[in-house]
């Protein structure tokens, strides 16, 4: 479980997380929604540690994020945008992860094979498309059986089929006792996957709890409609 109590996060002047409480559930898929500007992506990079909270703290599993770096072996991370180096290929990438977590496990590659990424994992990066890179992108993700998934607009580049194929192994992780966390703009997307929302404005918790809460709380049929109409003032919930 993740759990934040009072995380203020300023840069500079600006208070971009304002006493940000809330909890995300083990073994479930939680989406992370509200709109521009809400923090969504500085409390992302809190929970990895490339942000330290001005206050407030931070848990995860327990363990108090306190500046250690050993949490985040647990955690598999898929940023919306990647720059690897062109002359760098698939191969290296992998075989550059497993160094840097020690060794000790081989990563799993079975969504490259579901990707039928083949040999175009021993090409250079550079000489590959968007789509491509991001699907090494997602590899590199699941390779290693992570505790905790941080997927940020996962399916971003990808073609249907390809973008069919993350969301069943988001899913499966799922199954398996994975607890993911994912933003995305396509909400009818995080319908299909999410139990759960975490939804944020202006750096505070402005509702969490079900997908299927906060679509009846809402009287709305899908949970675009119901963030929809969150972000339009017509209707307001108490945080679940």
């Known amino acids: 479980m993740i759990i934040t109590r009072g995380v203020i996060k300023r840069f500079g002047r600006r208070t971009v997380l304002d006493g940000l409480d809330a909890e995300i559930a083990t073994g479930r898929i939680t989406a992370l929604v509200g709109p521009n500007g809400a923090g969504k992506t500085t409390f992302l990079k809190v929970l990895l540690g490339l942000a330290r909270p001005t206050s407030g703290q931070v848990a995860i599993d327990g363990t108090i994020l306190d500046g250690s770096p050993a949490y985040r072996a647990a955690i598999g991370y ?5 720059h690897f180096p062109a002359h760098l290929r698939g ?5 550059m992860v497993t160094a840097l977590r020690g060794g000790t496990a081989l990563p799993d590659l079975s969504l490259a094979d579901a990707f039928e990424l083949g040999e175009t994992m021993a090409r250079p990066l550079g000489e590959l498309s968007g789509g491509t890179r991001q699907k090494i992108n997602a590899v590199l993700a699941f390779a290693f059986a992570p505790k905790l998934l941080i997927l940020d607009e ?8 390809a973008a069919r194929v993350l969301k069943d192994r988001i ?4 199954a398996r006792g994975t607890t993911v966390l994912i933003t995305s703009h396509v909400l009818p997307e995080l319908e299909e996957l999410a139990d759960d929302v975490l939804f944020l404005v202006e750096g505070k918790t402005a509702w969490s709890g079900a997908v299927k809460a906060l679509t009846h709380g809402t009287g709305e049929r899908t949970l675009e409609r119901a963030v929809a109409r969150l972000l339009g003032g017509g209707v ?3 945080v679940a």
């Open 171 to 174: 899913l499966a992780e799922r």
């Open 91 to 95: 191969t290296d990438l992998v075989a």
């Open 154 to 161: 996962p399916t971003a580049g990808l073609d249907p089929l």
């Open 78 to 82: 898929m940023p919306q945008i990647v």
């Open 236 to 238: 307001r919930l108490a």
